[in-house]
T-cell receptor, first 112, second 114 residues
Framework: SQQGEEDPQALSIQEGENATMNCSYK?????LQWYRQNSGRGLVHLIL?????REKHSGRLRVTLDTSKKSSSLLITASRAADTASYFC????????????FGDGTTLTVKP | DVKVTQSSRYLVKRTGEKVFLECVQD?????MFWYRQDPGLGLRLIYF???????EKGDIPEGYSVSREKKERFSLILESASTNQTSMYLC?????????????FGNGTRLTVT
C-alpha cells in the first residue's frame, strides 16, 4: 500500500468554503510535501513541511504535521473554483536519494 | 521558473515496440525522476538519477530502462512495450539535496499501448 494515503478520496464544496484534506503515512519521514495536479497536467509543488515543524502557512494554504500520529492535513481557506484539482501528499524517507512517495490523492471540486 | 519538458503529450504504440520518452529540464538540476500514474495506484517511482550517467531503480523498474547522458536530459525506455504499460508518465527534477527540495514536474506523457 502507499506510504501516503489521502482522505477523503473526493471532496465537493461551494466557493468560499474551506477545504480540508488529510494524509496518513506509515514510517518515519524527513519531510512531507503537498502537490496540486490540474486535470491532464503535471503536479505543482505547494508546500513542504519538515518533520520538526508542526504548522506552515502559504497564502490561503495551511499545513499541519503530527508526527506522533503520522498524519498531515492541508487546509485551503476561502476556496475558489480555480482550486478544483487533485491534491497529493508526498513523503520523503530516504534522505540519500530523496525519493518521494505519493498517495493516490484527493480530488477537490469547488462549485462556483 | 523551472521548466521540465516532456517531448510528447500523447503517444500510441504497438505491443512489442521499443518506446522512448524524453524529458529535458532547464534549471541545471542534479536529480531527475520518472513516475507513472495510474488510477487507484497514485504515482509510482520507476527510476531516478542524481547525476549524469547515474541511475537508481525505483519501486517498479521492471520492463523499463533509463539513460542520462547529459545533465538536462533523462530518457525512459520501454524495451518491448506491453499493454500493462499503458499509463501517464511523469518526469520530474529537483536540485541538490533532494530530500528538502521540491519536485518540478513536466506535463506528462499519456502512453497507450495497443
Amino acid at each position: 500500500s502507499q506510504q501516503g494515503e489521502e482522505d477523503p478520496q473526493a471532496l465537493s464544496i461551494q466557493e468560499g468554503e474551506n477545504a480540508t484534506m488529510n494524509c496518513s503515512y506509515k514510517t518515519s519521514i524527513n519531510n512531507l510535501q503537498w502537490y496540486r495536479q490540474n486535470s491532464g497536467r503535471g503536479l505543482v509543488h505547494l508546500i513542504l513541511i519538515r518533520s520538526n515543524e508542526r504548522e506552515k502557512h502559504s497564502g490561503r494554504l495551511r499545513v499541519t504535521l503530527d508526527t506522533s500520529k503520522k498524519s498531515s492535513s492541508l487546509l485551503i481557506t476561502a476556496s475558489r473554483a480555480a482550486d478544483t484539482a487533485s491534491y497529493f501528499c508526498a513523503t520523503v524517507v530516504d534522505t540519500n536519494a530523496g525519493k518521494s512517495t505519493f498517495g493516490d490523492g484527493t480530488t477537490l471540486t469547488v462549485k462556483p | 521558473d523551472v521548466k521540465v519538458t516532456q517531448s510528447s503529450r500523447y503517444l500510441v504504440k504497438r505491443t512489442g515496440e521499443k518506446v522512448f520518452l524524453e524529458c529535458v529540464q532547464d534549471m541545471d538540476h542534479e536529480n531527475m525522476f520518472w513516475y507513472r500514474q495510474d488510477p487507484g495506484l497514485g504515482l509510482r517511482l520507476i527510476y531516478f538519477s542524481y547525476d549524469v550517467k547515474m541511475k537508481e531503480k525505483g519501486d517498479i523498474p521492471e520492463g523499463y530502462s533509463v539513460s542520462r547522458e547529459k545533465k538536462e536530459r533523462f530518457s525512459l525506455i520501454l524495451e518491448s512495450a506491453s499493454t500493462n504499460q499503458t499509463s501517464m508518465y511523469l518526469c520530474a527534477s529537483s536540485s541538490g539535496t533532494a530530500f528538502n527540495s521540491p519536485l518540478h514536474f513536466g506535463n506528462g506523457t499519456r502512453l497507450t499501448v495497443t
